[in-house]
Each structure stands twice: as structure tokens, then as C-alpha cells.
């Protein structure tokens, strides 16, 4: 996903505030998934007013709501999101009930369009890396869009389809 006007000093600010205080992202998975430095990171949340202390605290240990990030057995990173969260309608009530778990590219997609996805709305890993989150490896297609690219990338290496 890119916005026209992105680039790596660029940091959506709400974006950030979201996978800081509610998905529950460190400081360093944040740097990661947004693609700027730490000190970048650091900076930001300064300016949004989330102190130096509160990030220094989050970065062995997670914020009170966290309550999981993990990879899935199809490889895929889940993330838990309270139910009252904009995007809960997203997920599935996996034994937990204060809460559901999103599948965290679809989440970011989401956050980063500011609306909840569609199930027939396909969020991509344009690297083929389902665990790669960061959003310039994701794109969002429709179901024939994303056949299409896949069966294309078959076709490509001389695979019958
Ligand atoms: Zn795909």
C-alpha cells in the first residue's frame, strides 16, 4: 500500500498511534511495519504526546490490552483487537472474549484506508512473505484481480494453468 505522497520520513501519525496504543505494536515493530528508523518512531510519538518514559516502558513489554501477536499455522501474523475497536467486525471470536483476532495485514490495509475490508477484498504480499506486514508489501485487489496476478506469476515461471 502507498499514498501518492509517501515516503520514508512521511509517518501517518494516526496510523502510528493506532498500531502503537491499540494493535499494541513496540516501538521497533512500528519502525519495522511503517518503514522509518526508531529515532523516527521515537520522534513522532513525542510529538503525538505519548512520553519518553511510556515508550521506553513499551519496548520489552506490551501495553495492557495486548493480549497476543502470533503466526498462524498457514504462516499468516494474527494480532488481537478489543471488540470495541472500528475494525472488531474484521475478525473472528477465536476463544477469547474480550475480543477478536484480525489477520494483521488485513488490519493495516484497513487502518491505512480507514475503513473495515470486505471478505471478497484480498490483501496481497507482493514479496509472497505472508509474515511481511510492512505496508509497501501489501496491496489491496479484488478476488479476480488477485487470481488473475497469481495465475499470471504461474504462467510466468511455465507452470500449466
Ligand atoms: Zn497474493
Redesign the pocket.
Known amino acids: 500500500m502507498t499514498k501518492a505522497a509517501h515516503n520514508k520520513i512521511e509517518v501517518d501519525m494516526e496510523m502510528l498511534r493506532y498500531l502503537y496504543e491499540h494493535v499494541g505494536l513496540t516501538a521497533r515493530e512500528a519502525a519495522a511495519t511503517l518503514e522509518v528508523g526508531i529515532g523516527t518512531i521515537y520522534n513522532r510519538l513525542r510529538v503525538l504526546g505519548i512520553t519518553k518514559s511510556n515508550s521506553e516502558s513499551h519496548m520489552g513489554q506490551k501495553p495492557w490490552n495486548y493480549k497476543g501477536r502470533y503466526k498462524d499455522s498457514q504462516g499468516y501474523i494474527l494480532v488481537h483487537v478489543p471488540l470495541d475497536d472500528k475494525f472488531a467486525c474484521m475478525g473472528s471470536q477465536l476463544n477469547s472474549s474480550s475480543g477478536v483476532y484480525i489477520r494483521e495485514h488485513r488490519l493495516f490495509v484497513a487502518r491505512f484506508m480507514d475503513r473495515p475490508l470486505d471478505r471478497k477484498e ?1 490483501v ?2 507482493k514479496d ?1 512473505d505472508k509474515a511481511n506486514n510492512t505496508l509497501n508489501n501489501l ?1 489491496l ?1 479484488t478476488q479476480s484481480e ?1 487470481m488473475k ?2 495465475l499470471a506469476a504461474l504462467k510466468a515461471v511455465g507452470v500449466e494453468v
Open positions: 484480498i496481497h504480499h509472497g496491496e485487489m488477485h496476478h497469481h
